[in-house]
Every structure is written in C-alpha cells, then in structure tokens.
C-alpha cells in the first residue's frame, strides 16, 4: 500500500524539476558559418552558436547533420546523417546554453552516382548543411549551409 502512495509524489516531483529548468519554452536560436573547405581532401569545417537558448539553459543535445539529397536534413529526413556533438571536445560552454559554440571538421563522402537524369553526367555535388541544438523545449535548426563538392573521376 505505501508503495502507490510514493509514486505519485516521485512522478510529480520529477514533473516539476522537468517544467522548473526553464525559464520560458520559445525556440532556440543557432547560427551556422563555414569556416572552409578543401577541395582535394575534401573536408569541410564549420562552427555554430546558440544564440538564443529560448530560455532553457539544459542542453540535451547539440550537433549538425548534413545531406546530398534533402534540402533540409533533419533528425526526421530519412536521407539525412545526424552527428551528435554533445560534451564533445570542440564544444565551448558559458554558464547557460546560451553562447554554446562548437566546432566540427567533416571529410565529405564520395557519391558515385553519374547524374539525376539517364544520360546526364553532373560534375558537382551539393551537399546541405544545419546545426541544431535540443532542449527541454525541443529541437531546433539553424538556417542551411551548402558546400559544393567537384567531382574527381
């Protein structure tokens, strides 16, 4: 019997230790800049900063994800690679997540398809970029970066 009395308590608790780590719930802001990139390594480096952590200072998550198919790669695109970065070395912290920078180097993958129609041959390949941060709050992109890769044959 004393069992079911203390669950309800721990889960109320946990509620209100969740709901009390924020200070509002409005979207976070992050900015994507591409620091460079290198075209016979093929290596691209950016950085991102939370600008704005939308009143959540808990940091779930932080990283990038990248596609030469969507547009917008994101946690939810099937064609998108997710990189998480969280306590990641190159991630640089304040006393909130707000200001949170990190940095990351990606050597981008060869794709061998010839072209997007029969026939046609493409010399380029576009890659699409987003950092995101998640917070108790949820998840939240920066605007998308694209790095043009030549092809080498």
Known sequence: MKRTFYFPILLFAAVIALVASCERYDMASITIEQNGFNDTTRIVQH??????????????????????????????????????????????????????????????????????????VNDTTLYYFRSYITTNAGTFYSKVDTVKVPRTY
């Open 47 to 120: 950085t991102a900063v939370v600008t704005d952590d939308g009143g959540c200072a808990r940091c779930i998550e932080a990283g990038y994800c990248y596609s030469y198919f969507d547009t917008k790669p994101s946690h939810t695109c099937y064609y998108s690679t997710v990189v998480p970065l969280i306590r990641d070395s190159m991630m640089t912290y304040t006393d909130s997540t707000k200001y949170l920078t990190y940095n990351w180097e990606l050597q981008l993958p060869f794709i061998e398809s010839a072209g997007s129609e029969e026939g046609e």
